[in-house]
């Protein structure tokens, strides 16, 4: 069964630039979130998906968006980059919000972010 | 606010030596918990989890956790370390009901020869 899979592996994007990172659940999983991991700071929640809804959002700027499309694929985009944006951007899923809620979430390998 | 800690952000241990990485967690009710490890530029991978039952879980590569509820921790160990396991290692807990799992900080591991 494959896992949480993200694209692209790398991006290196440029000051108020515009990037667009990717991300597929495990097959049956509902719940998408992304979490920004910036060095030295840890995860850091940003936006979570079920169902095809954003369903909560952590303390980022609203240039920080995402969807969810209909087979529960997920992408993240970051408007008018800053340097401060480059970081490692984890994707992860859980089976949602409708079953057993335990918190498990299985991650993906990450896209890591460069702003110039 | 429901919180995760994990007071060390690096230890150091000297291979083959026991480790123990401490966790400490605030909620009331008995939480889903986890232990993640990170190895650099990876995503996190799930080692243990603990939902009910025996305390003591064992999880992949050798690891367990022990859950005390009277002391709110749930800590790591392993009784012989590898070079291997050089990595970074989250604590989380869910089943807060805002469905949002809690990470802490993470606790960096160094493993010297």
């Known amino acids: 069964e494959a896992g949480v899979t993200q694209s692209p592996t790398h991006l290196i994007k440029t000051r108020g630039q515009q990037a667009t990172l990717r991300c597929s659940p495990i097959s049956g999983h509902t719940s998408v979130y992304w979490y920004q991991q910036a060095l030295g700071l840890g995860l850091q929640f940003l936006l979570w998906y079920d169902e095809g809804e954003e369903r909560n959002r952590g303390n980022f700027p609203p240039r920080f968006s995402g969807r969810q499309f209909p087979n529960y694929s997920s992408e993240l985009n970051v408007n008018a980059l800053e340097l401060e944006d480059s970081a490692l951007y984890l994707c992860?899923?859980?089976?949602?919000?409708?079953?057993?809620?335990?918190?498990?979430?299985?991650f993906g390998e990450g896209s890591r972010l460069t702003v110039l | 606010a429901q919180s995760v800690t994990q007071p060390d952000i690096h230890i150091t241990v000297s291979e083959g030596a026991s480790l123990e990485l401490r966790c400490n967690y605030s909620?009331?009710?008995?939480?889903?918990l986890f232990w993640y490890v990170q190895s650099p530029g990876q995503g996190l991978q799930l080692l243990l989890k603990?939902?009910?039952?025996?305390?003591l879980v064992q999880g992949i590569k050798g690891f367990e956790a022990e859950f005390k509820r009277s002391q709110s921790s749930f800590n790591l160990r392993k009784p012989s370390v590898h070079w291997s396991d050089a990595a970074e290692y989250f604590c989380a807990h869910g089943g807060t009901g805002g469905f949002k799992t809690i990470f802490g900080a993470g606790t960096r591991l160094f493993v010297k020869a």
């Open positions: 603990y939902f009910s039952g025996d305390t």
């Open positions: 992860a899923s859980s089976p949602g919000s409708s079953g057993r809620w335990t918190g498990e979430l299985f």
């Open positions: 909620y009331g009710a008995t939480p889903y």
